[in-house]
């Protein structure tokens, strides 16, 4: 690892024809602790500082690495921090802490073709009496109700309704909490069928899958970094320095935001921690590709590594740092959201980028040089040696869509917008719990087994809070509404009569609670206790919530989407200079992600016999795709614009295809197969947003970067530079 020696000659004559980007970065002379920008650079890669710059981040790896542990123990999984902030159902789960404490009911289903033996009954009462001296998890078995026997079918059917109280530890008690319940009533034995179901069954089925998501996120996209990395690099050594600074890169985040979460009121839960390591790992290992590719490129004319890199830095981190701060800026959007787990995910997803950004434009370059050239090995850039890009796959692409731009990008646009005809099979109106895992646990068996013996909404009523004047009013505007069960209307055990001069109680509904006709239901409730005047009267409950979380990410997606889009034209206009090239690009983008919806909208139909998908679902693949998208089209621009300065706009956007081609494809590989580790999750939504992200990305980097902006760019010419000096520039050159 001694110091290269600088040279002069045949390196400054390689730099030299590397050309002058007049306008675009600078020029390309020896770089050196006094020549402006790149004097940044040397900040970390120098001889001395790239150790300053490593023993900072070993620094803060061992300060945070025990931090980063705690991140689980952070996540706030309760209702509220997914419900949209200001909806009816989040205000009666605010009201209703005055009537009793937060509790969650979980009902043990038992049922038995023929119906319940002797043996059976006596067996449900033992249970019974086992369950209600529970007292561990936040169970209050004392408060069990039943068994209320199912009437209708001879009694083939009995449920016991549990209450568990949510303690500090929120949403992860739950689990336990029906473990305990179920150590006493045992599963199905000798034709007794026992589920546990209800919102209690179901909390713990969803906590259950996501148990353990940052581990089983974190070995899958490791392990698809590791194998597309020795793939792209073919050395073994190499990939060691990108997984390093992205794993560092994660621990730190995962410090910060739990310092945030548990001292500033950050929200985190499940979903955005999950995110967080795709989006770290995919948006780290691009910046890291990047960045190799064009300090291998330098290490090619310059002798001195430490040169190399000042130089590599000072050319591509412009890019770098409009795709950091694109992606940043597009999560922090995401705090306009009405809900409160979209709105969460905006900070938690841009600090995670933030810093994935400082690890691989700091410690990853300063662990680069101190390594030295062997790390390349076996193969060894060498000065003077040949840029395998000048005459590779992408530079014979670029020639053969030169002959024939304008056809190129009319039939590839043509294809995109025929692929986007399958959002016509697009059900993105929320999926019911049975749709919401990959199997079928047992919440949702019970819940199947429960709704052939009573009423389907039975375990999670609405919620109805109003005036205490008008109780006889509200009650009876309740119980005349069409999907209520009349005779279900009361008020639940253990819970005050009356606070602060209003009354709470409850009514089952005649559909399933997850159903739209149990969501139009509340609708209808609605509008007949609103009716009531005076009664100031409100409606909750697990329905509610997800009637209110279906519109609320619906105002989400047409209040965020316009905005990240507004956001990346800016930077593109910024970073580019340029009012045309930045439209066309956005233009691309929008085709793509239309075309990457048409494509999962098929397969989730077609292939994985997915019933639809959630609400959110197109927000967030959007984002993802065109925060994340984007960067390949930054990459590829940022390149062109530097040789378009120097031989013209035409002949610049082939040499910029041959020069990013193969480093962008190895980009979107990366981070297409970092979101494919969602698929490991047992949970549909993530498995959608996962396969729907990484078509896009594919699309993004085989299609829409390397065919369609390239033949618009060769199409339009020069023009796509304006209104910037660069076009008159060009003009005069060919002429």
Same mark, same amino acid.
């Given at each position: ?84 902030? +200001? ?68 009694? +083939? ?22 473990? +305990? ?555």
């Amino acid at each position: 690892m001694a110091d290269d020696k600088s040279t002069t000659g045949t390196a400054g004559a390689a730099d030299t024809s590397g050309g002058t980007a007049a306008g675009a970065g600078g020029t390309a002379g020896p770089a050196g602790p006094g020549s402006g920008r790149q004097g940044v650079a040397w900040l970390v890669c120098g001889r001395r500082s790239k150790w300053l710059v490593l023993l900072l981040w070993l620094v803060v790896i061992v300060g945070t690495a025990p931090l980063a542990q705690k991140l689980t123990d952070a996540q706030d999984n309760d209702a509220q921090s997914w419900l949209p902030g +200001s909806a009816e159902s989040t205000q009666v789960l605010d009201i209703s802490k005055d009537f009793r404490p937060e509790t969650i009911p979980a009902v043990v289903i038992y049922a038995r073709e023929g119906g319940l033996t002797v043996a059976d009954r006596a067996r449900i009462a033992k249970d019974v009496t086992q369950i209600k001296q529970l007292d561990e998890h936040g169970v209050r078995g004392t408060e069990t109700r039943g068994p209320v026997l199912d009437k209708r079918s001879g009694a +083939s059917a009995a449920q016991i309704y549990v209450p568990i109280t949510m303690g500090p530890e929120g949403w992860q008690q739950i689990a336990p909490a029906v473990d +305990s319940v179920r150590d006493l009533t045992g599963k199905t034995t000798d034709g007794l069928q026992i589920h546990i179901t209800g919102p209690g069954g179901t909390s713990a089925d969803f906590s259950e899958a996501f148990e353990g998501i940052d581990s089983t996120l974190l070995f899958s996209a490791l392990g698809i970094v590791i194998v597309i990395l020795l793939f792209t690099y073919r050395s073994p050594s190499l990939l060691l320095v990108p997984v390093l600074s992205v794993v560092a890169a994660l621990f730190t985040a995962q410090a910060l935001i739990y310092l945030l979460a548990a001292h500033a009121g950050l929200t985190v839960n499940g979903q955005s921690a999950g995110i967080l390591t795709v989006l770290v790992f995919g948006a780290g290992t691009d910046y890291a590709l990047l960045l190799v590719a064009r300090y291998r490129e330098e290490l090619r004319r310059h002798e001195d590594r430490h040169e190399a890199m000042a130089l590599a830095l000072h050319r591509a981190g412009p890019a770098v740092l409009a795709s950091g701060a694109t992606v940043v800026l597009s999560m922090l959007v995401l705090l306009t959201a009405d809900m409160n787990s979209t709105r969460g995910l905006g900070p938690v997803a841009a600090i995670g980028v933030a810093v994935a950004l400082l690890a691989m434009l700091t410690l990853f370059p300063a662990l680069l040089v101190i390594f030295g050239r062997w790390l390349f090995w076996p193969v060894i850039p060498h000065v003077g040696s040949v840029e395998p890009t000048e005459r590779g796959l992408w530079a014979r692409i670029g020639q053969r869509i030169a002959r024939r731009p304008r056809m190129t990008w009319g039939v590839t646009a043509a294809a995109l917008a025929l692929l986007s005809l399958g959002l016509i099979q697009l059900e993105a109106a929320g999926i019911s719990n049975a749709d919401s895992f990959t199997d079928k646990p047992d919440s949702i068996v019970g819940q199947e087994v429960s709704a052939e013996y009573f009423p389907a909404g039975t375990g999670d009523p609405l919620v109805i809070i109003a005036d205490q004047g008008h109780r006889a009013q509200v009650t009876r505007a309740v119980a005349t509404t069409d999907g209520v069960v009349a005779q279900s209307i009361g008020v639940p055990p253990n819970t005050k009569p009356r606070a602060d001069g209003r009354i709470l109680f409850e009514a089952t509904t005649t559909d399933p609670s997850d159903s739209q006709a149990a969501k139009d239901t509340v609708d209808r409730v609605r509008a007949a206790v609103h009716a009531v005047d005076g009664a100031d009267a409100k409606v909750g409950g697990g329905t509610a919530a997800l009637l209110d979380m279906d519109r609320a990410t619906a105002h989400d997606n047409k209040l965020v989407i316009p905005l990240v889009l507004t956001v990346v034209l800016l930077i593109l206009c910024l970073l580019l200079r340029a009012l045309i090239a930045p439209l066309l690009l956005i233009g691309t983008v929008v085709l793509s992600f239309a075309a990457a919806l048409g494509i999962s909208a098929l397969a989730f139909r077609h292939l994985f016999d997915y019933a639809g998908e959630s609400t959110d679902f197109p927000l967030f693949v959007f984002v993802f795709l065109v925060a994340l998208g984007i960067d390949y089209n930054i990459f590829l621009t940022t390149r062109i614009r530097e040789e378009a300065a120097r031989q013209g706009t035409r002949p610049g956007v082939l040499t910029g295809l041959a020069a990013t081609g193969a480093v962008i494809t190895s980009a979107g590989l990366v981070l297409a197969g970092t979101f494919a580790a969602l698929g490991t999750l047992p949970m549909v939504a993530f498995a959608e947003i996962g396969f729907a992200v990484a078509v896009g990305v594919l699309l993004d980097t085989f299609i829409v970067r390397s065919v369609l902006v390239t033949s618009l760019f060769l199409d339009v010419g020069s023009k796509v530079w304006w209104p910037n000096s660069l076009t008159q520039r060009d003009t005069s050159r060919t002429q």
